[in-house]
């Protein structure tokens, strides 16, 4: 077999390992099972060849944040690939929260998390983090079916306290096909604009976010 063919077949096995978290229909508790079970290989399947959705926020955060020591909320934070990019960038107050205990295992393991959570963002029960804790919130990759609702956009921003910054990227398509953001997510995001919740500041696609899929970028201030 030839190192090309090699290469095709490892990234379409890592794209089917990927998959197996976002099958139509499944739910949050079988998609934080799925992570429990994947969370040993998850830094190998998902490296920066197939996807730079982690590295792409973390970016982000290095423009529009100029205060490496704010502090920062990785949510749906996983093994810490965002979190280790932002390290990278100078980046000193970080915390995680993610429903995969074995996922924040891995992160945790890492040194690059001050607090780590192991709880879900829901769109009815809040977090145990108080109201406006941090001056940043950033995500990469916890949207998607059976991941965070629509409605959990409204607990991320009450992390953040007025002023700060929300850095949101997801894969763009998942608007089309996820059942509960279709007609749904945009929307919501918009009300909470017109409901002075936050303003946004910049909302545009990015290409190869992840297994050569486009992806989206959501860039808000909380008010």
């Avoid at 690939?81 to 295992?105: E, N, R, V, W």
């Amino acid at each position: 077999m030839s190192s090309t063919n090699q290469e095709i077949n490892e990234n379409e096995t890592k794209y089917q390992r990927n998959f197996g978290a976002h099958v139509p229909g499944m739910n949050n508790k079988q998609v934080v099972e799925y992570y429990d079970q994947w969370a040993e290989n998850y830094d190998g399947d998902l490296d920066a060849s197939v996807y730079r959705g982690p590295q792409i926020a973390a970016d982000l955060c290095n423009i529009f944040i100029s205060n490496k020591n704010l502090r920062i909320i990785d949510i749906g934070a996983g093994t810490g690939f965002c979190g280790h990019f932002l390290k990278q960038h100078g980046f000193t107050q970080i915390d995680a929260i993610d429903p995969s205990a074995s996922m924040i295992k891995v992160a945790k393991s890492k040194n690059i998390y001050q607090n780590l959570f192991v709880e879900g963002i829901s769109g009815d029960v809040q977090t145990s983090i108080e109201t406006g804790t941090y001056d940043v919130g950033v995500l990469s990759g916890a949207f998607g079916e059976g991941h965070i609702p629509c409605e959990g956009v409204k607990e991320i921003a009450r992390l953040v306290k007025p002023n700060g910054k929300i850095i949101l990227v997801m894969r763009k398509e998942y608007l089309n096909y996820v059942k509960d953001y279709v007609n749904k997510l945009e929307p919501m995001m918009k009300k909470m604009e017109d409901e002075s919740i936050w303003t946004r500041i910049a909302f545009f696609e990015v290409e190869n976010y992840s297994f050569d899929k486009a992806g989206l970028v959501c860039v808000f201030r909380r008010n």
